[in-house]
T-cell receptor, first 113, second 113 residues
Framework: DAGITQSPRHKVTETGTPVTLRCHQT?????MYWYRQDPGHGLRLIHY???????DKGEVSDGYSVSRSKTEDFLLTLESATSSQTSVYFC????????????FGNGTRLTVT | GESVGLHLPTLSVQEGDNSIINCAYS??????FIWYKQESGKGPQFIID?????DKRQGQRVTVLLNKTVKHLSLQIAATQPGDSAVYFC????????????FGKGTHLIIQP
């Protein structure tokens, strides 16, 4: 494993509640990412970060926000969870952007009822 | 290859045989390609990568072949073992940035004893 810890590993929440997922890395990589994985789709980018306090939107960012106050931590927040956000969420890290592989955590399975 | 719905393409091979998993990529501008392995309940695991200035790259028991003329990528696994059973998917990077990385939906490799 590439020193990436996601928490929680599983969460069930109700529609309309806020949810925060945490990603912690020990590799000191500059770039961090949040993806979601759904049946019938490849991994889809939600948000990414290229440094502390520097973040940008991905392909499916609506309904999500992120924060990165320290190099090692990247938080994903669903301000008001909806059933369409039921998914498996993966955090990833990389040394550079576009030319090196991403290394993934083991995911958080989120169910919104 | 790529899936078109909820069911992934499946490749079934005998233990000890070689496996070849294929991926058709979409963007002729893609210049970096990655293969991942994903076991049930885990995050994607980096296997091997290749840049567009190469047509072949070998790792431990794995070889990636790139045919830019027909936009085709393949992963060959030698002497397939039970531990190779997983979903394999490719990723291509055409944009050079985080949002330029596109993931395929994957192929499920099943190892027959």
């Amino acid at each position: 494993d590439a020193g990436i810890t996601q928490s929680p590993r599983h969460k069930v929440t109700e529609t309309g509640t806020p949810v925060t997922l945490r990603c912690h890395q020990t590799e000191n990589h500059r770039y961090m990412y949040w993806y979601r994985q759904d049946p019938g789709h490849g991994l889809r980018l939600i948000h990414y970060s290229y440094g502390v306090k520097d973040t940008d939107k991905g392909e499916v960012s609506d309904g999500y926000s992120v924060s990165r106050s320290k190099t090692e931590d990247f938080l994903l927040t669903l301000e008001s969870a909806t059933s369409s956000q039921t998914s498996v969420y993966f955090c990833a890290i990389s040394e550079d952007i576009g030319g090196s592989p991403l290394h993934f955590g083991n995911g958080t399975r989120l169910t919104v009822t | 290859g790529e899936s078109v719905g909820l069911h992934l393409p499946t490749l079934s091979v005998q233990e000890g045989d070689n496996s070849i998993i294929n991926c058709a990529y979409s963007n002729s501008a893609s210049d970096y390609f990655i293969w991942y392995k994903q076991e049930s309940g885990k995050g994607p695991q980096f296997i091997i990568d290749i840049r567009s200035n190469m047509d072949k790259r070998q790792g431990q028991r794995v070889t990636v072949l790139l045919n830019k003329t027909v936009k085709h990528l393949s992963l060959q696994i030698a002497a397939t073992q039970p531990g190779d059973s997983a979903v394999y998917f490719c990723a291509e990077n055409a944009g050079g940035g985080a949002d330029g990385l596109t993931f395929g939906k994957g192929t499920h490799l099943i190892i027959q004893p």
